[in-house]
């Protein structure tokens, strides 16, 4: 069997015009060999599909670029309770003992993730199971009904099903991300040139995780090889394992929490008990407020309230080009518009804000003319920002419930800037300990260290950036804890410090 399977995957390279085997042999093949992985068994399960699969198991798409796809809007909506409910069904070719083992692997999204499948009544998106060529799936939501194809020869594995709806979930093979180059090496010599573009490179989104070598996405060491030797080579250490052979990885589902941000069961509070509750507690500190105020927000947020990057990682535009661009004389003017929803003591409150940056730094906000990079302030979901200027018109969003706060305002303006949270800062386990059991996993992300660039300015537990102490706790302890003096005060009820001024002078060298 051994021998075969070498010939299976020797020819899986040369010969694309006819299935090798028989439906039979590939799940005999299959069956016989449970130290598979999951790569290689849904690549010998398309071998001679009649669909155009990109990567081996992507459906082609047939309007759109499917990387734009993936990092626009092609993403499944959340509802106002915060979760993402998928609608299915699920073709009646499958026997019943199938069906189950279907809705089991949907099922297994329900507890980690605020992913939720519930079988179709008549949404007009939704996933169709059917046992079509081979096992594959579309990048991503595309919009009305998409196949997603577990033939019931060769398909039906736990792992499988895992990962192509990670693909109808929006996530792209391991092995392509943006970063691989430092992870492994692709040995296009043992890769047939017709299916060298199964591993290009992506210009992926990787949402902070580390690469991932037993990721459920990741290929096997020899996909696509024509002569049976390494197509992936892991670096510097050749012998680590790759690809996968049993399910998904805490990587995998964290990935999934971050690329539909705010992963919760309920909103805490509705609209005017947000409002009351944040009125009734001046103490409280700014970052509190602006997770109270966006809890439940429809908007894809990052860490409570950076507007996940529709175009582009935002670590990569904060260190990069994104900036706002200074002008001759020094300056650096950023126009903007205050929406006509606010009351004009609103508005004044707004450009009071604005205007704080003016005295100790080269910022300047003015009204927008014809610019075309600008903030359009408005009052939506919830307080929250770009990080740094996107280009073109940006939301910088101020419900008017909730985030009137001269703090909030400085804060959200401060994420349109460039600047991160500070507790997110690449030196902050010097600083403050993170209390992940006090945490809610699924908003374990919110608190991830970033590879920031901190100015060589201090760490500032007191800055307008920094969250509270209790910030995404589930029991009202500690999620952050300063160290080594657990006391210090941490978190904002003002406004910015000295700090968070200088900052703006040193990012943008005023
Ligand atoms: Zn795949
Ligand atoms: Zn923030």
């Not at 979901?381 to 280009?391: A, D, E, F, H, I």
């Amino acid at each position: 069997m051994k021998t075969c399977l070498s010939l299976l995957l020797l020819l899986l390279g040369l010969c694309q015009a006819q299935p090798l085997v028989g439906e039979q042999s590939v799940a005999d093949v299959l069956e016989d060999n449970e130290d598979m992985d999951i790569s290689t068994r849904i690549l010998i399960s398309n071998n001679g599909s009649s669909e155009l699969l990109l990567e081996g198991d992507l459906l082609l798409p047939t309007t759109r670029n499917a990387m734009k796809c993936f990092r626009n809007s092609c993403l499944w909506k959340k509802s106002s309770n915060g979760l993402v409910t998928i609608p299915y069904t699920v073709s009646s070719a499958y026997t019943s003992a199938e069906t189950s083992r279907i809705v089991n692997a949907l099922q297994s999204f329900h507890q980690s993730t605020c992913i939720r499948f519930v079988p179709r009544r008549n949404q007009y998106d939704h996933i169709s199971i059917q046992s079509r060529g081979g096992c594959y799936s579309s990048l991503g939501r595309t919009g009305g009904m998409q196949v997603l194809s577990l033939r019931r020869s060769g398909c039906m594995y736990y792992g499988i099903m895992q990962h192509e709806v990670n693909h109808a979930l929006g996530f792209n093979h391991e092995q392509t991300r943006s970063d691989r180059d430092q992870y492994v090496k692709i040995n296009w010599k043992n890769i047939n040139p017709s299916n060298a573009y199964n591993f290009e490179r992506q210009d992926t989104n990787n949402l902070n995780t580390p690469y991932d070598y037993t990721s459920i996405m990741h290929y096997g060491r020899t996909a696509f090889s024509i002569n049976g030797r390494d197509s992936i080579t892991p670096i510097p250490n050749s012998r680590v394992q790759i690809g996968q052979r049993k399910g998904m990885t805490r990587n995998d589902f964290q990935r999934i929490n971050r690329l539909y941000r705010l992963c919760q069961a309920q909103p805490l509070v509705g609209e005017q008990s947000v409002a009351d509750v944040l009125e009734d507690n001046e103490d409280m500190d700014i970052s509190t407020r602006i997770l109270i105020s966006n809890n439940g927000s429809s908007e894809l947020l990052l860490e409570g309230d950076l507007l996940l990057p529709t175009t582009r990682n935002a670590m990569k535009c904060f260190r990069n080009s994104c900036l706002w661009k200074k002008s001759s004389n020094g300056l650096v003017t950023i126009p903007y518009t205050v929406s006509s929803a606010y009351t004009s003591a609103e508005t004044s409150r707004i450009v009071n804000a604005l205007q704080s940056f003016h005295q100790s730094t080269c910022i300047r906000f003015v009204p927008r003319r014809n610019q075309y990079d600008h903030i359009s302030i408005q009052s939506r979901g919830g307080c929250y920002s770009s990080l740094g200027r996107t280009g073109g018109m940006q939301v910088l969003s101020l419900r008017r419930s909730g985030c009137m706060y001269y703090g909030i305002m400085q804060h959200e303006v401060n994420h349109a800037l460039g600047f991160n949270h500070e507790q997110t800062r690449s030196d902050r386990d010097q600083y403050v300990k993170i209390n992940w059991k006090n945490i809610n996993p699924s908003n374990a992300y919110n608190f991830e260290r970033q590879d920031t660039n901190n100015l060589n300015t201090p760490y500032d537990y007191t800055s307008i950036m920094h969250y509270g102490r209790t910030a995404f706790s589930i029991n009202g302890r500690d999620s952050i804890t300063p160290i080594p003096n657990s006391r210090v005060q941490i978190g904002q009820r003002k406004g910015m410090t000295r700090n968070d001024f200088q900052r703006i002078n040193r990012l943008y060298r005023c």
